[in-house]
């Protein structure tokens, strides 16, 4: 009989919750489809398949790369272009960066990620620019790189920081890192906490899963375009507070005027005389 009053008690505020739970969910998923999906596909519409061009270089890129490959001379030429890995010499290591965004890893499927890489620079290109995908894209993959050179300098310990100094000579390539930098950029920009949970979980899962270089790396891509996107704007506001700070100086120093002249009181008078001396009579 207890067990019934309680449940009873219980049911009419549970179906409330529910109810605003299920609303929540129905507004968060109808606003990240809208800034996701629906506003750059209207972009699309406007600009026609010109704002695809970097989704088209960067699928056609990691396509070119993989069919010269496959033959030796090819593949060599392809390890000294765009070839990482953290033995390299750093400056060697910078110059090969940009072009080892377009060859494919090893361990990965090439077609299989493609599809991955054309959306993500659509996605991108549509709703942040050229410009600007680039810029992130290249930073995700320049922050993975350079935080396995200091993983492996670190060496084994540190809290599973450090990494073995054999894992210099893997090889470290593709467009995985500017990927997932991309989703998750966009995400936190355009407040898409969906797509922000399937590329963030999804690279925690496959850090725990496989604890390999690639797997640090997508994990350092994320933390990168996290901070990225947290200071998106950031700028103008910077410089909004900065002039709404200096315009009352202004103000005051125009309204002054020039500084008055400071005349002293004898400034006006004439020198007197010296006194003439009379000499004594005789």
Not at 19 to 24: D, E, Q
Not at 55 to 74: E, L, M, S
Not at 207 to 214: H, Q
Request: glycine share 10%.
């Amino acid at each position: 009989m207890t067990r019934r009053v309680r449940l009873d008690r219980c049911r009419p505020g549970v179906a409330p919750r529910l109810v605003r739970l299920a609303r929540f969910t129905a507004r968060t998923l109808r606003a990240e489809w809208h800034a996701i999906v629906t506003d750059p596909v209207r972009r699309l519409a406007r600009r026609g398949l010109s704002g695809l061009l970097l989704a088209f270089v960067a699928a056609f890129g990691v396509v070119f790369f993989h069919d010269i490959a496959q033959h030796p001379t090819g593949a060599l030429w392809v390890t000294r272009l765009g070839g990482v890995r953290a033995d390299l010499p750093l400056w060697e290591s910078l110059l090969r960066t940009p072009v080892s965004l377009y060859v494919p890893a090893l361990d990965l499927p090439v077609w299989a990620g493609i599809t991955q890489l054309f959306l993500a620079f659509a996605l991108a290109e549509l709703t942040l620019g050229r410009a600007r995908t680039l810029a992130i894209a290249y930073t995700a993959t320049l922050a993975g790189t350079l935080t396995a050179r200091l993983m492996i300098a670190a060496g084994p310990g540190w809290w599973g920081f450090g990494l073995p100094p054999e894992t210099g000579r893997v090889l470290d390539t593709g467009p995985s890192a500017a990927v997932v930098g991309l989703f998750t950029y966009l995400a936190v920009v355009r407040r898409a906490p969906v797509v922000f949970t399937l590329t963030g979980g999804s690279m925690v899962w496959e850090s725990v899963a496989v604890p390999n270089l690639a797997g640090r790396e997508h994990l350092v891509a994320v933390g990168t375009a996290v901070v990225l996107g947290l200071l998106h704007g950031q700028g103008g506001r910077l410089r909004a507070t900065a002039a709404l700070t200096l315009l009352p100086v202004r103000r005051a120093d125009r309204g002054r005027g020039p500084a008055p002249r400071t005349v002293r009181a004898d400034a006006g008078r004439t020198a007197a005389p010296p006194p003439t001396t009379v000499p004594p009579a005789p």
